[in-house]
């Protein structure tokens, strides 16, 4: 069986600010913004293809708010 | 989706979330490089403490899981350096903003430079006041328009990493929240020298600004960064001049710690001076 | 808790008040001092750097006197006893960290040996006239202890009471002494460590899943926590919570404002020190500090000795300022004579606290130098004449 590295991708959307550098900055372009708001009134990324995810926690890096983070696993089969 | 902790959530004030930064400020980035360094870094939860000053990036202090001090404006490196004298074995961490640090804290900076003591001072510099909504900062480039220079700031800006070597820092680099890889090996590498180390952090501020120097949101500043820094490691930091809107230049620029630190140069002395005297021992700390 | 034996410099000795603050402060723990020079308060620091590598601890120069009064509360955090020794100009850059101290509840002693002011004034003379800017030097509201030693003895022993008021209400002390007694050379007896009582950092011993910051406290004053225990705690000088965290409430503002200031307060009583003598059946009775109540000892004799009932009061704390004893004394004397090398700082004081039926005769000096005594016995004895 294949394995090939795959991530999940996690939102903490209440703390979201929309500053858009997770949507941005995704090496797999895989998020998007959603079309309704948050608490404070603020569009939050929303994963449009969660399965192309890596893990690789670039927008958790980028995110300013800590409302947004990615995690590798190894072991999911294809 | 299945919620996770976050992978920061041991070392955040969770309780205390959302912060108080605006949207697109470049100041949680700049903590995330920091504590995911920390977490890699031989130093453990308790081995370290953070002080900040006052001003937005001053507000770090409030927000990371650490023994962490909010002091006074401008006062973080003495604080440090009083905590670390006290206690040499604790990692002592500034966390502070560029007006803190280099203007009302600026005598302070140099000194710390002059003394080698061991801290790692990390500088967000946005350009401006921003807490105060947006003056002219010491870095604030020629031409930029402030809350206090509304036709332009018609005064030469600092180079920090230049004036940082100059004062003797054993490490010196500059990144921008954009390269957070970098930024954070940067800081990984800081916190392990021994002297004064410092990492200059350019952040966006797009709600006084770039708002009112028209520089578009701050995504744009952070393509910005993409697109007009050059990374020039070991590059003099003569040449780290930041203008108004040309490319600059970043890396890391500094990094021999082989001087002595203010606390090795003293116990090396004294224990000369004082080698013949039954009661002196090798200052450890001061601990009660 | 007794004093450490290595900082302690049993025996009898002649030296200046300076030095004697200097051998108090070791004695009483003190290991860190942050200082930047300025005369008439240098010999202190001098003196710490020259004993302190053997005693074991650490003296710093810092930049200027704004880093030295943050420096030691950064040292105090870090678990040493610490302290910074200045005079006016210097005094006046620390106003801002003495607020900090209070706001932070972080133990420490400022030492002003006072000099002739405003301004640079006159840096090798004496005066008196930093006992408001002591008091009220700092922005907002706040209760403080300062003490005021008149003879180099008084410099070692009420050092050390500094240091313990310090620890044990988590808050700075002033130390207000003159250039006459910083620089006034006696002698001094320095006992052993055994007869030296000091008062213990007041450090938590709950666990951190147990501790709070500000937690609820018998006597109002929280407990310390030590770094690098795993407490994470938080210390601002923004208004706080009970966890340390910034609260800008009304209700967060009162809590905490009325905390700080009560925990002196309900205390007081424990931390007034006067000398009084003769007060029962004095006419007139003189109340001075520092350096001028020994002057005023000399007319007091002097006005005794022309049949005047004089009594005596010495203030050791001028802040809290003894209000009790004063009013007592004014609802029997005819007069109470205040001499001070100030424009008339603590006579405000004591008109505030004493009735309307006594005569309060402000003596002020502007500095520079003392009183001559004649000046004081004419006051008492304008005091005693009867309207």
């Known amino acids: ?78 | 989706m299945s919620k996770e902790k976050h992978p920061l959530s041991d070392y955040l004030r969770e309780d205390r979330m959302p912060h108080m930064w605006c949207p697109g400020c470049g100041i949680g980035i700049a903590v995330s490089a920091f504590l995911n360094a920390l977490k890699q870094s031989r130093y453990g939860q308790d081995d370290v403490v953070l002080v900040s000053g006052i001003g937005c990036a001053g507000r770090v202090a409030g927000y990371v899981k650490l023994d962490s001090f909010h002091t006074t404006h401008g006062r973080a490196i003495p604080f440090a350096e009083g905590l670390k004298a006290a206690s040499p074995k604790t990692k002592v961490v500034v966390f502070s903003g560029e007006g803190d640090l280099m203007s009302i804290g600026g005598n302070h900076f140099i000194h710390a430079g002059r003394k080698n003591m061991s801290i790692t001072i990390l500088c967000v510099n946005n350009l401006n006041y921003a807490m105060t909504g947006g003056q002219v900062s010491p870095t604030t480039p020629a031409k930029a328009i402030t809350a206090t220079a509304p036709f332009g700031s018609f005064c030469q800006p600092f180079n920090l990493p230049f004036i940082a070597e100059a004062a003797g820092a054993v490490y010196v680099a500059r990144w921008t929240v954009f390269h957070v890889r970098q930024l954070q090996k940067a800081i990984l590498e800081a916190i392990h020298k021994k002297g004064m180390s410092f990492v200059e952090i350019i952040s966006p501020c797009p709600t006084l600004y770039e708002r009112r120097n028209q520089m578009g949101t701050a995504l744009s500043r952070m393509n910005f960064y993409r697109e007009n820094t050059v990374i020039k490691n070991g590059a003099s930091t003569k040449d780290a001049v930041m203008d108004l809107d040309k490319p600059f230049i970043v890396g890391k620029f500094v990094d021999d710690d082989s001087k002595l630190t203010y606390l090795e140069a003293m116990n090396e002395y004294y224990d000369t001076t004082f080698s013949c005297d039954a009661n002196y021992h090798t200052y450890t700390g001061s601990k009660i | 808790m007794k004093a450490k034996l290595d900082g302690v410099l049993t025996g009898v000795h002649y030296m200046d008040g300076d030095q004697a603050a200097c051998e108090g402060a070791l004695a009483a723990g003190c290991r860190y001092i942050a200082g930047y020079p300025i005369t008439p308060s240098t010999e202190t620091v001098e003196r710490f750097a020259q004993r302190i590598p053997c005693v074991g601890g650490i003296f710093m120069q810092m930049e200027d006197e704004i880093a030295s009064s943050i420096a030691i509360q950064g040292a105090v955090w870090g678990g040493a006893k610490a302290m910074t020794v200045t005079s006016g100009p210097g005094f006046s850059l620390m106003m801002e960290h003495i607020g900090y101290a209070i706001m932070t509840e972080t133990p420490c002693v400022f030492v002003d040996v006072q000099r002739g002011g405003p301004s640079t004034g006159l840096p090798t003379m004496p005066s008196q006239s930093d006992l408001m800017q002591a008091r009220w030097g700092s922005h907002g509201d706040y209760d403080l202890i300062a003490l005021c030693p008149n003879s180099p003895q008084e410099c070692f022993d009420l050092m050390i009471c500094a240091f313990n008021f310090s620890e044990r209400f988590r808050i700075p002390v002033m130390f207000m002494m003159d250039e006459c007694i910083g620089h006034m050379t006696e002698k001094v007896v320095i006992p052993h460590p055994d007869d030296i009582e000091i008062t213990p950092r007041r450090y938590t011993a709950k666990r951190p899943q147990d501790y709070l910051l500000y937690g609820p406290c018998d006597d109002l004053v929280p407990e310390m926590p030590e770094i690098g225990k795993g407490y994470h705690f938080h210390i601002t000088g923004l208004t706080h919570d009970e966890r340390g965290y910034p609260d800008m409430t009304v209700d967060a503002q009162h809590r905490l404002i009325h905390r700080l200031i009560h925990k002196i307060k309900n205390y007081k009583n424990g931390i007034v020190m006067v000398e009084a003598d003769d007060l029962d059946n004095a006419e007139v009775v003189v109340l001075s500090f520092g350096i001028t109540s020994r002057i005023a000892d000399r007319a007091i004799i002097d006005a005794k000795n022309s049949g005047i009932k004089t009594g005596k009061i010495r203030l050791k704390t001028i802040w809290p300022f003894p209000d009790e004893l004063v009013k007592n004394v004014s609802q029997k004397a005819r007069a109470i004579v205040v001499p001070e090398i100030n424009a008339g700082q603590i006579v405000r004081e004591v008109e505030r606290a004493a009735t309307d039926r006594c005569r309060i005769i402000s003596v002020p000096h502007y500095g520079g130098g003392v009183h001559r005594v004649e000046t004081i016995y004419d006051a008492i004895i304008e005091g005693a004449k009867v309207e």
């Open chain 1, 1 to 78: 069986m294949k394995k090939r590295r795959v991530g999940m991708v996690y939102f903490e959307i209440e703390r979201c600010k929309g500053c858009g550098f997770c949507v941005e900055f995704c090496p797999s372009g895989i998020l998007r913004f959603s079309t309704t708001y948050n608490e404070k009134g603020y569009h939050y990324p929303v994963a449009e293809h969660p399965e192309k995810c890596t893990g690789c926690n670039n927008c958790g890096l980028y995110c300013p708010d800590y409302a947004i983070w990615g995690e590798a696993s190894e072991d999911n089969p294809e």
